[in-house]
């Protein structure tokens, strides 16, 4: 099985269109979406929900199997029940694919964001174990690096960086941060901080043999 990822869209046509066209070769199993799909302005705070609807027609009809959680930008966004997976989870070849989507608690309103708690809770409903592929939109905290920001302050999770401690998932999708992106081995977890798709970048999963391999990519 090969899995396109993809994070931070942020109303760029050009990967929206890079990305339908990769889902049309048939180059890939499933594409999976990481949320910031959306770009919300001063002049359009909640952003163009019809872009993410366009965006979810095209890779539907391309019968591209999609799964997607919303990011903190993605107000308004309807994932459709055949491809929403926010605090949701399931079987996915021999693993199990949940997801969990939003950011901690940085910005306030119109932000689709959580608290720690809420983070922590919510993800632990869901039954992660070490044959789980987690989607999330928000980084753990203090992996790889991954979760900091311009300035090398950490902006990430540590309710998640605790269920990856605590439940071990055999990997873990992320995006969010758009300085950062990169694989990295983290106990028996993989963490796979997918580049941001306005910058035209992605990552490529492959399972075979039970195996799990990623790198990134550009769209």
């Known amino acids: 099985m090969r899995i396109l990822a993809v994070s931070d869209i942020h109303s760029e046509e050009e990967a929206a269109s890079r990305i339908i066209a990769l889902a049309n070769s048939k180059k890939y199993d499933t594409v999976l979406i990481l949320g910031d799909i959306i770009e919300p302005s001063t002049a359009n705070p909640l952003g163009t929900p019809s872009f993410a609807e366009d965006l979810f027609t095209a890779l539907i009809s391309s019968k591209t199997k999609v799964y997607s959680v919303f990011g903190n930008s993605d107000i308004g966004v309807a994932l459709g029940k055949s491809v929403d997976l926010h605090a949701k989870k399931i079987q996915f070849a021999e693993f199990s694919l949940a997801g969990f989507g939003g950011s901690i608690t940085r910005c ?81 977890t993989l963490i796979v901080k997918v580049g941001a798709a306005m910058n035209l970048r992605a990552a490529e999963i492959e399972i075979k043999d039970g195996k799990i391999e990623a790198r990134n990519i550009s769209l």
């Not at 044959?131 to 950490?154: A, E, N």
């Not at 992320?174 to 106990?187: D, L, P, S, T």
């Open 108 to 188: 306030g309103a119109p932000w689709l964001e959580f608290s720690e708690e809420e983070f922590y809770t919510g993800i632990s409903k869901l039954g992660i174990d070490n044959k789980t592929i987690l989607m999330l939109h928000q980084p753990p905290f203090g992996i790889g690096g991954f979760d900091k920001i311009s300035s090398g302050v950490s902006v990430g999770s540590k309710s998640v960086a605790r269920i990856i401690d605590e439940k071990k998932p055999a990997v873990v999708l992320c995006g969010h941060i758009h300085e950062q992106e990169g694989v990295a081995r983290y106990g028996e």
